[in-house]
């Protein structure tokens, strides 16, 4: 089955402390990205990667740092630099960089909660 | 004006009924534009492409106003399956690295 997976579902966590996000897609799209959706608001970009070993900030990178080893991996870690780290967090993929008319697919999401 | 924007409704239909969404977008230079849907807790999934002045599949019709700068969803024939969020989805305009612009979505209830 090809697809985006993201782990864990939920995670809790103590403020202070770093998390990784996992986000894996094996549908051999180039470029990946996340985002963050909090309640009643629209889905903001943190980082993106069109390609293995780049990637580039998006809106809201603050707080946040990712890596692309692999092109079927994006990891996010979220720092304890970033302020309000309680969201829903969106893996996505798409074929190439989403600039033209390429579809991005999404994985089913990390709800974290910072406590 | 804002990038990207949608009346968050709800949007209140009884089953069968036929409901239209509306989006506006600021960059005249976007090309191709998405429908996407959202259900409570879950993420985006894809629901139409708009590339030139619409498409249609079944019961949904998508279409683009480029002089006035907004794309249209229409529902027929609605079902209680169809509650959700639609999201607006816009890329930048002239094929430049930026990268899609999600509205922040407008909620869909269909009442039996």
């Known amino acids: 089955d090809g697809g985006i997976t993201q782990s864990p579902k939920y995670l809790f966590r103590k403020e202070g402390q770093n998390v990784t996000l996992s986000c894996e897609q094996n549908?051999?799209?180039?470029?990946m990205y996340w985002y963050r959706q909090d309640p009643g608001q629209g889905l903001r970009l943190i980082y993106y990667?069109?390609?293995?070993?780049?990637?580039q900030k998006g809106d809201i990178a603050e707080g946040y740092s990712v890596s692309r080893e692999k092109k079927e991996s994006f990891p996010l870690t979220v720092t304890s630099a970033q302020k309000n780290p309680t969201a829903f967090y969106l893996c996505?993929?798409?074929?190439?960089?989403?600039?033209?008319?390429?579809?991005?697919?999404f994985g089913p999401g990390t709800r974290l909660t910072v406590l | 004006r804002k990038e990207v924007e949608q009346d968050p409704g709800p949007f209140n239909v009884p089953e069968g009924a036929t409901v239209a969404f509306n989006c506006t977008y600021s960059?005249?230079?976007?090309?191709?534009f998405f429908w996407y849907r959202q259900d409570c807790r879950k993420e985006p999934k894809l629901l139409m492409s708009?590339?030139?002045s619409g498409n249609e599949d079944g019961r949904f019709t998508a279409q683009l106003n480029r002089a006035s700068q907004y794309i249209s969803l229409l529902i027929r024939d609605s079902k209680l399956s169809d509650s959700a969020t639609y999201l607006c989805?816009?890329?930048?305009?002239?094929?430049?690295?930026?990268?899609?612009?999600f509205g922040k979505g407008t909620k869909l209830s269909v009442k039996p």
């Open positions: 960059n005249s230079a976007s090309q191709s």
């Open positions: 990667s069109q390609i293995v070993n780049d990637f």
């Open positions: 708009v590339y030139s």
């Open positions: 549908l051999n799209h180039d470029a």
């Open positions: 989805v816009v890329p930048p305009g002239g094929g430049g690295q930026g990268n899609l612009i």
């Open positions: 996505a993929s798409s074929m190439r960089e989403g600039g033209g008319t390429d579809t991005q697919y």
